[in-house]
């Protein structure tokens, strides 16, 4: 919730590279760590399950990203726009 991501949101680009794959997502964040000095931006969609209701939300961020695996960085799950 700090990176103003919140439960149900569908990752739909990291920096305008489209994200239709979990591989997709990977290779975006490895690229945020290693060319963006840890600066993502995040097109992001929620879908609230109770109502429906979708919205659509530029999140940017500048994170620290460590040299390790992105999957360790950010829970090793989630949702992805298709």
Do not use: K
């Amino acid at each position: 919730y700090d990176a103003g991501l919140e439960r149900g949101d569908v990752i739909h680009e990291v920096n305008g590279q489209h994200i239709d794959s979990m591989m997709d997502y990977q290779r975006a964040m490895i690229d945020a760590r290693d060319n963006r000095d840890g600066r993502v931006r995040l097109f992001i969609e929620n879908v609230r399950w109770h109502t429906g209701e979708s919205s659509q939300r530029w999140v940017t961020r500048t994170v620290y990203l460590p040299h390790c695996h992105p999957l360790d960085d950010f829970g090793g799950g989630g949702s992805f726009g298709g």
